[in-house]
Protein backbone atom coordinates (compact mmCIF):
# COMPACT_ATOMS: atom_id res chain seq x y z
CA UNK A 1 0.00 0.00 0.00
CA UNK A 2 1.33 3.60 -0.75
CA UNK A 3 2.72 5.14 2.69
CA UNK A 4 4.12 8.31 3.37
CA UNK A 5 7.19 9.30 6.27
CA UNK A 6 7.39 12.46 8.10
CA UNK A 7 9.09 13.36 10.80
CA UNK A 8 6.89 14.00 14.26
CA UNK A 9 8.00 17.73 14.83
CA UNK A 10 9.49 20.28 13.38
CA UNK A 11 10.46 23.84 14.77
CA UNK A 12 10.88 27.12 12.84
CA UNK A 13 11.14 31.05 13.76
CA UNK A 14 8.45 33.55 12.72
CA UNK A 15 9.25 34.80 9.42
CA UNK A 16 11.75 32.07 8.38
CA UNK A 17 11.19 29.64 5.04
CA UNK A 18 10.07 26.28 7.01
CA UNK A 19 10.71 22.70 4.21
CA UNK A 20 8.91 19.88 5.89
CA UNK A 21 9.59 16.62 3.72
CA UNK A 22 8.24 13.78 3.00
CA UNK A 23 8.81 10.07 1.91
CA UNK A 24 7.08 8.01 -0.22
CA UNK A 25 9.34 5.55 -1.74
CA UNK A 26 6.58 3.18 -2.52
CA UNK A 27 5.05 5.78 -4.70
CA UNK A 28 3.17 4.40 -7.98
CA UNK A 29 3.36 6.24 -11.76
CA UNK A 30 -0.77 7.60 -11.21
CA UNK A 31 -0.90 8.58 -7.43
CA UNK A 32 -0.71 12.44 -6.32
CA UNK A 33 1.07 14.03 -3.71
CA UNK A 34 -1.20 16.15 -0.96
CA UNK A 35 -0.45 18.19 1.55
CA UNK A 36 -3.53 19.20 4.17
CA UNK A 37 -2.53 20.83 7.48
CA UNK A 38 -5.01 20.90 10.51
CA UNK A 39 -5.47 23.28 13.33
CA UNK A 40 -6.18 22.25 16.92
CA UNK A 41 -10.15 21.15 17.10
CA UNK A 42 -10.65 22.13 13.24
CA UNK A 43 -10.93 19.61 9.95
CA UNK A 44 -7.94 19.07 7.87
CA UNK A 45 -7.50 22.37 5.52
CA UNK A 46 -6.00 21.71 1.69
CA UNK A 47 -2.46 23.28 1.40
CA UNK A 48 -1.01 22.10 -2.38
CA UNK A 49 -1.20 18.92 -4.55
CA UNK A 50 1.01 17.65 -7.41
CA UNK A 51 1.88 14.64 -9.48
CA UNK A 52 4.94 15.08 -11.28
CA UNK A 53 6.01 19.14 -11.50
CA UNK A 54 7.09 21.39 -8.71
CA UNK A 55 3.62 23.70 -7.45
CA UNK A 56 3.12 27.00 -6.21
CA UNK A 57 0.45 27.78 -4.84
CA UNK A 58 -0.47 31.09 -2.68
CA UNK A 59 0.15 28.52 0.67
CA UNK A 60 3.14 27.36 -0.44
CA UNK A 61 5.00 25.76 -2.83
CA UNK A 62 5.53 21.51 -3.44
CA UNK A 63 8.84 20.15 -4.91
CA UNK A 64 8.72 16.82 -6.14
CA UNK A 65 11.96 14.65 -6.06
CA UNK A 66 12.27 14.14 -9.70
CA UNK A 67 11.86 9.99 -8.72
CA UNK A 68 8.76 10.67 -7.03
CA UNK A 69 10.36 8.90 -4.07
CA UNK A 70 9.94 12.15 -1.62
CA UNK A 71 7.99 15.43 -1.76
CA UNK A 72 9.16 18.89 0.48
CA UNK A 73 6.21 21.02 1.46
CA UNK A 74 7.83 24.92 1.63
CA UNK A 75 6.32 27.54 3.72
CA UNK A 76 8.28 30.57 2.54
CA UNK A 77 7.65 32.85 5.50
CA UNK A 78 6.12 31.16 8.60
CA UNK A 79 4.09 33.14 10.58
CA UNK A 80 2.28 31.80 13.88
CA UNK A 81 -0.80 31.28 12.47
CA UNK A 82 1.06 28.43 10.28
CA UNK A 83 1.54 26.20 13.71
CA UNK A 84 -0.32 23.26 13.01
CA UNK A 85 -0.34 19.34 12.35
CA UNK A 86 0.83 19.09 8.15
CA UNK A 87 -0.21 15.75 6.80
CA UNK A 88 1.44 14.71 3.47
CA UNK A 89 -1.15 12.25 1.37
CA UNK A 90 -0.86 10.16 -1.29
CA UNK A 91 -3.72 9.12 -3.19
CA UNK A 92 -4.30 6.09 -5.79
CA UNK A 93 -7.41 5.69 -7.78
CA UNK A 94 -6.25 3.04 -10.02
CA UNK A 95 -7.69 -0.64 -9.10
CA UNK A 96 -8.91 0.29 -5.57
CA UNK A 97 -9.13 3.65 -4.58
CA UNK A 98 -6.65 5.14 -1.81
CA UNK A 99 -6.15 8.33 0.30
CA UNK A 100 -4.01 7.62 3.05
CA UNK A 101 -2.85 9.84 5.48
CA UNK A 102 0.62 10.10 6.55
CA UNK A 103 1.69 10.44 10.57
CA UNK A 104 1.88 14.08 10.10
CA UNK A 105 4.54 16.69 10.97
CA UNK A 106 4.34 19.11 13.73
CA UNK A 107 5.07 22.35 12.51
CA UNK A 108 5.79 24.67 15.85
CA UNK A 109 6.56 28.27 15.28
CA UNK A 110 8.50 30.41 17.53
CA UNK A 111 7.85 34.03 17.73
CA UNK B 1 -20.75 30.50 4.21
CA UNK B 2 -19.67 27.56 5.46
CA UNK B 3 -19.45 24.87 2.80
CA UNK B 4 -19.00 21.54 4.60
CA UNK B 5 -21.50 21.48 7.88
CA UNK B 6 -21.19 18.67 10.36
CA UNK B 7 -24.01 18.13 13.11
CA UNK B 8 -23.87 17.71 15.61
CA UNK B 9 -20.42 19.15 16.89
CA UNK B 10 -20.35 16.89 19.79
CA UNK B 11 -22.20 13.68 20.51
CA UNK B 12 -22.33 11.70 23.95
CA UNK B 13 -23.98 8.19 22.76
CA UNK B 14 -24.18 5.29 25.27
CA UNK B 15 -22.25 1.48 24.73
CA UNK B 16 -24.16 0.04 22.03
CA UNK B 17 -26.63 2.83 21.48
CA UNK B 18 -27.32 3.40 17.59
CA UNK B 19 -25.72 6.63 16.83
CA UNK B 20 -26.38 8.82 13.57
CA UNK B 21 -23.89 11.79 12.69
CA UNK B 22 -24.77 13.95 9.92
CA UNK B 23 -23.01 15.94 7.02
CA UNK B 24 -24.17 18.33 4.69
CA UNK B 25 -22.62 20.29 1.64
CA UNK B 26 -23.14 23.26 -0.31
CA UNK B 27 -20.46 22.87 -2.71
CA UNK B 28 -22.70 20.35 -4.82
CA UNK B 29 -19.35 18.14 -4.88
CA UNK B 30 -20.08 14.51 -6.70
CA UNK B 31 -18.03 12.85 -3.87
CA UNK B 32 -18.05 12.74 0.50
CA UNK B 33 -16.08 10.44 2.84
CA UNK B 34 -16.24 9.71 6.33
CA UNK B 35 -13.11 10.04 8.23
CA UNK B 36 -12.08 8.85 11.72
CA UNK B 37 -9.74 10.62 13.55
CA UNK B 38 -8.72 9.33 17.10
CA UNK B 39 -6.51 11.59 19.22
CA UNK B 40 -3.26 12.22 18.09
CA UNK B 41 -3.52 10.09 14.88
CA UNK B 42 -4.27 10.98 11.43
CA UNK B 43 -7.76 10.74 9.84
CA UNK B 44 -8.62 7.28 8.39
CA UNK B 45 -10.60 6.99 5.41
CA UNK B 46 -13.74 4.72 6.25
CA UNK B 47 -16.36 5.09 2.73
CA UNK B 48 -16.80 7.45 0.34
CA UNK B 49 -19.59 8.25 -1.91
CA UNK B 50 -18.89 8.98 -5.32
CA UNK B 51 -22.48 10.60 -6.37
CA UNK B 52 -24.50 7.02 -5.39
CA UNK B 53 -21.88 4.77 -5.66
CA UNK B 54 -20.61 3.81 -2.01
CA UNK B 55 -17.31 2.80 -1.57
CA UNK B 56 -16.03 0.77 1.45
CA UNK B 57 -12.66 0.63 2.75
CA UNK B 58 -11.81 -3.08 3.19
CA UNK B 59 -10.62 -2.55 7.12
CA UNK B 60 -13.63 -0.52 7.90
CA UNK B 61 -15.98 -2.85 10.44
CA UNK B 62 -19.21 -3.60 9.45
CA UNK B 63 -20.52 -1.97 12.70
CA UNK B 64 -20.26 1.56 10.27
CA UNK B 65 -22.73 1.91 7.51
CA UNK B 66 -23.42 5.06 5.63
CA UNK B 67 -26.05 6.52 3.01
CA UNK B 68 -26.70 9.24 0.99
CA UNK B 69 -30.09 9.93 0.13
CA UNK B 70 -28.95 13.11 -2.02
CA UNK B 71 -26.49 15.15 -3.31
CA UNK B 72 -26.13 17.50 -0.27
CA UNK B 73 -26.10 14.98 2.58
CA UNK B 74 -24.28 12.36 3.92
CA UNK B 75 -25.24 10.34 6.75
CA UNK B 76 -22.69 7.75 9.33
CA UNK B 77 -24.62 5.28 11.54
CA UNK B 78 -22.73 3.04 13.46
CA UNK B 79 -24.92 0.40 14.58
CA UNK B 80 -23.39 -0.56 18.28
CA UNK B 81 -20.94 2.01 19.63
CA UNK B 82 -17.94 0.24 21.48
CA UNK B 83 -15.60 2.37 23.60
CA UNK B 84 -12.84 1.87 21.02
CA UNK B 85 -15.30 3.85 18.60
CA UNK B 86 -14.83 7.56 20.37
CA UNK B 87 -13.37 9.40 18.02
CA UNK B 88 -13.67 12.32 16.15
CA UNK B 89 -15.11 11.56 12.55
CA UNK B 90 -14.80 14.44 9.55
CA UNK B 91 -17.07 14.58 6.57
CA UNK B 92 -15.29 15.94 3.13
CA UNK B 93 -16.27 16.43 -0.31
CA UNK B 94 -14.68 17.02 -3.01
CA UNK B 95 -15.40 17.56 -6.62
CA UNK B 96 -13.81 14.20 -7.86
CA UNK B 97 -11.28 11.29 -6.56
CA UNK B 98 -8.64 11.93 -8.86
CA UNK B 99 -6.25 14.86 -7.92
CA UNK B 100 -9.43 17.15 -6.38
CA UNK B 101 -8.72 18.99 -3.10
CA UNK B 102 -11.03 17.74 0.11
CA UNK B 103 -13.17 19.95 1.55
CA UNK B 104 -13.29 19.21 5.71
CA UNK B 105 -15.98 20.13 8.38
CA UNK B 106 -15.29 20.87 11.45
CA UNK B 107 -16.11 17.28 12.44
CA UNK B 108 -18.00 15.69 15.40
CA UNK B 109 -16.30 14.50 18.48
CA UNK B 110 -18.41 10.97 19.41
CA UNK B 111 -18.07 10.22 23.04
CA UNK B 112 -19.12 7.05 24.06
CA UNK B 113 -19.80 5.74 27.50
Known amino acids: DAKTTQPNSMESNEEEPVHLPCNHSTISGTDYIHWYRQLPSQGPEYVIHGLTSNVNNRMASLAIAEDRKSSTLILHRATLRDAAVYYC????????????FGTGTRLKVLA | DAMVIQNPRYQVTQFGKPVTLSCSQTLNHNVMYWYQQKSSQAPKLLFH???????NEADTPDNFQSRRPNTSFCFLDIRSPGLGDAAMYLC????????????FGPGTRLTVT
Open chain 2, 49 to 55: YYDKDFN
Open chain 2, 92 to 103: ATSRGVEGYEQY
Open chain 1, 89 to 100: ILSRTSGTYKYI
